[in-house]
């Protein structure tokens, strides 16, 4: 069982940044590929970015678009993502994901979830 926690989240005016924050719970999240999603209101829960376990391999959403960086830090079993240039259309509440020996931008393949942290930003 990995238990991660999302953290970092807030207000934020348009063109901010914030940086999000998942901490997991165990050491062997290192094996694991991570990655980040959204959810807004009424709408599906959609992919914005993945990191292998080796941080060798990312992927991004289209509508990133250079504006968000994911990376992780084993020794901390923590994985980042840094967003700037924020936009009111990233409102939503974003979750950190782990997958067991993938890294992947299929939410299915996902085997374990945070409790999510919201991201608001006003125009």
């Known amino acids: 069982q990995v238990q991660v926690v999302e953290s970092g989240g807030g207000l934020v005016q348009a063109g901010g940044s914030l940086r999000l924050s998942c901490a997991a719970s165990?050491?062997?999240?290192?094996?694991?590929?991570m990655g980040w999603f959204r959810q807004a209101p009424g709408k599906e829960r959609e992919f914005v970015a993945a990191?292998?376990?080796?941080?060798?391999?990312?992927y991004y959403a289209g509508f990133v678009k250079g504006r968000f960086t994911i990376s992780r830090d084993n020794a901390k079993n923590t994985v980042y993502l840094q967003m700037n240039s924020l936009k009111p259309e990233d409102t939503a509440v974003y979750y950190c994901?782990?997958?067991?020996?993938?890294?992947?931008?299929?939410?299915?393949?996902?085997?374990?979830w945070g409790q999510g942290t919201q991201v608001t930003v006003s125009s």
């Open positions: 990191i292998s376990w080796s941080g060798g391999a990312i």
């Open positions: 165990r050491r062997t999240v290192s094996s694991y590929g």
């Open positions: 994901a782990a997958a067991g020996g993938v890294v992947t931008t299929t939410v299915t393949r996902y085997d374990y």
